[in-house]
């Protein structure tokens, strides 16, 4: 059961210890570099990811961000925070209670046939309950934390603090753009009205993918902290891992599509494919029931993808230089442009080779870390360089896709499956679907 710990003043006396383990490693990443102190970093990395795993809350679910980004912190830290889990303690039913009848008013047992006490679900944010509503359909209702607005704006607060560790440490990405989209990410999963819009977008964006089922919102038992929507029945991913090679290269295509048609196709992509925010029906087509982590991107940003892949393709650095303005980098050399290519086509290398392969084909374990350290090196010493916002979701929409089709061994032709989603592709087009979908969706 949930006890006053988890309230905001409850949780400011663990940020007090998060606080000072951060800033500290500040300072003693700063007295390493000027003064030639001694730092057991590997040791503070672990202390400091003990801190953070008492809290349960925006700021554990950016430090799981943070830890996907490449040189936003030092390797050990990276490491430890990519451990943070994103499953809490659940609030306990004396809670729940209070919380439902806050949401839904003091009759609001009478409003469901059934609700289960016990979380099915819970996360950082929130936390579900299957239930069944007086006419027989089943739900998931989707509870937020109380006093998760005040302590999102503590979080942030302590965001800075972890940021201050990858500056000291003079990274070769600049971190502002990344802090300033975190911060406006964290702060929409928290208005559960425009979840309810972007599970609206969702439905219709893949209304035409038979292998991908959304659900459907229930308006009246759903407010700005309770989310209630159509339950989708299904088990965890992991289980397929024991299934056939053409069951999981079936359930692969499906998760493919279920992420990257809405990019493609529309300009929104789902940042956050963590495993508990969807499963797989026995046909092995795929239900995704988290949609608070939403981005909408530029159509521009869109064409850069394509055009930077397209470029690699051709070996075309006009194209790439291009590409790279799309996205919205500035004031890059073209030996930037040249480590940021190689970078590029490690990436992009699967969707470039026409054969059925899986993605770490050929690759030695650590290939892709050893690669990022050396790119990135590279860039540190030409000063640095600061990346787009829209690259903090897209890049973590796509380490976690990769690390579901590694866990698959999925063995796919990842370049025909790419090409058939940009052939013919046009901007205007995708401007007016992009335009016409939210508008529906009444974002």
Not at 165 to 170: A, I, L, P, S
Not at 180 to 194: G, K
Not at 233 to 262: C, I
Not at 314 to 343: C, K, P, Q, S
Request: with cysteine; aromatic share 10%; hydrophobic share 40%.
């Amino acid at each position: 059961m949930a006890d006053d710990g988890d309230s905001l003043g409850g949780r400011l006396g663990r940020y007090a210890r998060v606080g000072s383990s951060v800033g500290g490693l500040a300072v003693k990443l700063a007295g390493q570099r000027y003064l030639g102190w001694s730092l057991d970093r590997d040791k503070h990395a672990t202390d400091l990811r003990a801190a953070l795993g008492g809290l349960k809350g925006p700021l554990m679910k950016a430090a799981q961000l943070i830890s996907t980004i490449p040189d936003a912190l030092p390797p050990e830290y990276a490491r430890e925070l990519a451990q943070l889990q994103a499953n809490a303690p659940a609030m306990g039913w004396a809670f729940v209670r209070r919380r439902m009848a806050t949401e839904l008013g003091p009759d609001w047992p009478s409003k469901f046939a059934r609700f289960d006490k016990e979380a099915t679900f819970a996360a950082s944010l929130g936390q579900v309950h299957h239930a069944t509503l007086p006419d027989g359909t089943e739900v998931a209702a989707k509870l937020q934390y109380p006093d998760m607005a005040s302590a999102l704006e503590a979080d942030l607060n302590q965001l800075k603090l972890i940021f201050a560790v990858g500056q000291r440490f003079d990274p070769a990405i600049r971190t502002d753009e990344i802090h300033a989209e975190i911060t406006t990410r964290l702060r929409e999963e928290l208005d559960y009205r425009r979840e309810a819009r972007h599970v609206a977008l969702y439905r219709h964006m893949l209304r035409d993918e038979p292998g991908v089922h959304v659900p459907e919102v229930v308006p009246s038992h759903s407010t700005d902290r309770l989310l209630t929507m159509t339950w989708l029945e299904g088990e965890p991913l992991l289980n397929w891992k024991s299934h056939s090679q053409e069951d999981k290269d079936r359930l692969a295509t499906h998760m493919f599509r279920a992420w990257y048609v809405p990019f493609y196709s529309y300009g929104v992509i789902h940042g956050d494919p963590h495993l508990g925010n969807y499963t797989v029906r026995p046909d092995g087509s795929v239900n995704l029931m988290d949609f608070g982590c939403v981005r909408i991107f530029p159509p521009r940003f869109v064409r850069g993808s394509i055009e930077l892949y397209r470029a690699l393709m051709t070996d075309d650095m006009a194209r790439a230089v291009a590409a790279y303005a799309d996205w919205g980098f500035t004031g890059l050399t073209h030996e930037m442009i040249a480590v940021l290519n190689r970078w590029a086509a490690f990436l992009y290398g699967p969707l470039m080779d026409d054969r059925p392969r899986r993605l770490t084909e050929g690759m030695v374990e650590g290939h892709g870390r050893e690669m990022a350290q050396n790119v990135f090196g590279e860039l540190r010493r030409m000063g640095g360089v600061r990346p787009p916002r829209e690259f903090v979701f897209m890049d973590r929409a796509a380490i976690g896709l990769g690390a579901v089709f590694i866990h698959l061994r999925a063995s796919i032709n990842w370049h025909r499956l790419f090409e058939s989603l940009i052939e013919g592709f046009d901007i205007d087009a995708l401007t007016r679907r992009q335009q016409t979908a939210l508008t529906e969706a009444g974002l």
